[in-house]
Structure formats: structure tokens, C-alpha cells
């Protein structure tokens, strides 16, 4: 994420800007692009709406790119520790790009679509960073552009659809989408779009997001928005959505001075790609990454439940009883639905069982917080 906002008027718009105005949202300055903190109703009403019913988020600022050729999914692999030639048609997975370091230079989504849509949305589809898109473009570009295309979507908006109601919703406008499930994606035609719809989110919730023309996304975010259970939801929502989901953001859970050890994604690195695998390595930092795997690294992500009232905000120092120095917080809020402190923080290895008290230095004084496994909301993906 860059560090200094850029002024108001270098702000890039997405196609629902307009729209986001006409529903009273306030702007702000993210990744480049003014976009919706929260409309009216406020972040904790945006919150429960997703969590009850569904919310429809403007997700237009990431960044959309098809992967084109045979050798694509190979080529991918290059990059990062994760399955991509194994990954079947119509399936998604999570990633991550990786430095010489191990560290990790962006997350992203992958999908394999379909066979029958593979000639509009290419062998991969692609979803990265709004903060990250330029670098991880030029990343690929400068890797593996010569051994498949790598096709921008400027032309795309991208609409999340979350919630335990998001599935009547949109089935209102295409019955098909039932038949997806979580991690999964295919061509639909929803109000006179075709559009690219995977069955995932940033929540923790049941939901969708849809790939869809710019030109169209205004008509189909009305269609959406038209529903009885739909309301729009900003940033602000999607930010204590996602903390209540153990859910990092890039640029504050993760960086280039994080590894996936450390962060706690080793599920998203299959057994194929790792030591002893049928195609281990191979990517930047597999040996860093192969060692913490089977050493252990000496800090960690975890979960933190706040014992006292006062949420515990990002650059929290942690420290234990005696008060040695134990880490960070990097993100922290009042969770809405946990209705406690929740934060994530890298800990010391030594102090990263569950269950384990620390302390927060806020304004002065130290907070109890106790290490807690994650999400903190359970996850109500719809597995089929």
C-alpha cells in the first residue's frame, strides 16, 4: 500500500463512482482510487447486513488479467509455491507471489474457467491487489510474458456479493449460479452481462464475486441493489469483515518482510509443491520457505482477543508480563459480531499457543489480549 495518499484529484474512478455518489457514500483515497468507506447507514449496519442477509461491495479497483496459452499454468508456477497446473477447470485457488526472501509480494486469486468460457476469460483468470496490480503486472510480464500472453481487463468492474442471502439474490437474476460452489467459478449471464462469476469473497460468508464489462456494471449493480436482501456495504465493512474472518490485508498482515510461514498460509502451499513433492520448488524463496516449513519460523501470525473494552489498533506494540518486547499488532478493531477487541499480530514463537496472555501497550497502559485461534467468526462458506 502506498504511504502517502495521492491528491484528490489524481484519484482514478471505478464505473460505479458515480452511483456510490447517487447512494450518499462517503469517498475516500484507497490504492489510488476514490472509493466508498461507508453510505449512510453507517459501517455497523453495513457490517450486519452481510453478515444477515447479503451486502453488495465495489470491488472495481483490483486488478483483472487472463492468462493466455498452453503453457500458462506452468509458467504461473514460476511464481509461486502453489498448484496451478493440477487446479481442475471451473476451480479457484488462493496464491501468492513470492521474493527471492520468501517474502510475499502480493496475494491473489486463480481460476481455471471452464473449457467453454476459457476463449473470453483466458486459460487463467487472474484477481490481484489494487496497491499491487502495476508491480505484479510488470512481475509477470518480466517472468513469464514470453511464455504465455498476460492480458489486462481494464474494461472489467468487479462487484463482491456477500452473505448468508447473496445466493437467492443473484439466483433471481440467473438460477445457475446455484450449482457453483465455494471456490469455484464459470460464465453467466446476469442482467444482460456476460459476466465471470466465482463463488468467494473476503467475509467469511456464503457469496460471490462477478466480473463484469464497465460499461454494464452500473445496470447490474441496480439489478443487484433491487433485491430485498442486498444493500450496499463500503470499505469500512469490508475491513472488520474480514479481520472477524483471520482474514489478511496486503500491506498490513503481509508484505515482502513476511513469509507464508509466518503468516500462517501453509494451506494454500499443496503437498506437490513442497520438499519431497512431485514438483517442489522452483519459485522465488522455495528454500527459505522449505526451511521454515520444516523448522518452524521464529515469529508468527495469531489471533487476539481483547480482554478489556479499547480496541487495539495496527502498530500496537505487544508485550508480555514482564514486558519484554513480544511484536505487533497489524490490524485491530471492535469486532461487530464477536462484540470484543479482535486484532492480528506477528508474536514470538514462544508465545503463540492459544490461550496464551499478552499484553498491549495503548496510550500508556497495558491491555490484556489473549491469543485466539482464527477466523473469530466462523466461516459460512457453501461448500455444496
Known amino acids: 500500500m502506498s504511504s502517502a495518499a495521492p491528491a484528490p484529484t489524481d484519484l482514478r474512478h471505478t464505473p460505479l463512482h458515480a452511483l456510490h455518489l447517487e447512494l450518499g457514500a462517503r469517498m475516500v483515497p484507497f490504492a489510488g482510487y476514490a472509493m466508498p468507506v461507508q453510505y449512510p447507514s453507517g459501517l455497523m449496519a453495513e457490517h450486519r447486513q452481510c453478515r444477515e442477509a447479503a451486502a453488495l461491495f465495489d470491488v472495481s479497483h483490483m486488478g483483472q488479467l487472463r492468462l493466455v496459452g498452453p503453457d500458462a499454468a506452468a509458467a504461473l508456477e514460476t511464481l509461486v509455491p502453489v498448484d496451478v497446473i493440477g487446479l481442475p477447470a471451473g476451480k479457484q485457488r488462493y496464491a501468492f507471489f513470492t521474493n527471492e526472501h520468501g517474502g510475499l509480494l502480493d496475494d491473489l486469486m486463480i481460476t481455471r474457467p471452464p473449457e467453454a468460457d476459457a476463449s473470453d476469460f483466458g486459460d487463467l483468470f487472474v484477481v490481484v491487489n489494487a496497491g499491487c496490480k502495476d508491480a505484479d503486472i510488470a512481475h509477470l510480464r518480466q517472468h513469464i510474458g514470453a511464455r504465455c500472453e498476460i492480458r489486462t481487463l481494464p474494461d472489467r468492474a468487479l462487484l463482491a456479493l456477500q452473505g448468508p442471502q447473496a445466493a437467492q439474490a443473484l439466483a433471481r437474476l440467473n438460477p445457475g449460479v446455484n450449482a457453483l460452489t465455494f471456490m469455484t467459478g464459470g460464465a453467466f449471464e446476469l442482467a444482460g452481462s456476460r459476466c465471470f462469476v466465482t463463488r468467494s469473497g473476503y467475509t467469511g460468508e456464503d457469496g460471490f464475486e462477478i466480473s463484469v464489462p464497465a460499461d454494464q456494471a452500473v445496470a447490474l449493480a441496480r439489478a443487484l441493489l433491487a433485491q430485498p436482501e442486498v444493500k450496499p456495504a463500503g470499505l469500512g465493512a469490508r475491513d472488520t469483515l474480514r479481520l472477524e474472518g483471520g482474514m489478511c490485508l496486503y500491506g498490513h498482515d503481509i508484505d515482502t518482510g513476511t513469509t507464508p510461514v509466518e503468516a500462517g498460509l501453509t494451506w494454500a502451499i499443496q503437498k506437490v509443491r513442497r ?20 523448522e518452524g519460523p521464529s515469529r508468527k501470525r495469531v489471533g487476539l482477543l481483547g480482554l478489556a473494552r479499547a480496541p487495539v489498533r495496527e502498530g500496537t506494540a505487544i508485550v508480555a508480563a514482564d514486558g519484554t518486547p513480544l511484536g505487533t499488532v497489524t490490524s485491530g478493531t471492535l469486532g461487530p459480531t464477536v462484540g470484543q477487541p479482535v486484532a492480528m499480530a506477528y508474536l514470538a514463537a514462544t508465545h ?29 462458506y457453501h461448500r455444496g
Request: hydrophobic content about 45%; glycine content about 14%.
Open 275 to 294: 520438499a519431497g513433492g512431485d514438483r517442489a520448488g522452483g519459485y522465488p524463496g522455495a528454500a527459505v520457505i522449505d526451511r521454515q516449513l520444516a
Open 352 to 380: 503463540v499457543a492459544a490461550g496464551t496472555e499478552v499484553f498491549a501497550e495503548v496510550r500508556g497502559k497495558r491491555l490484556p489480549m489473549r491469543v485466539a485461534p482464527m477466523p473469530f467468526a466462523p466461516h459460512r
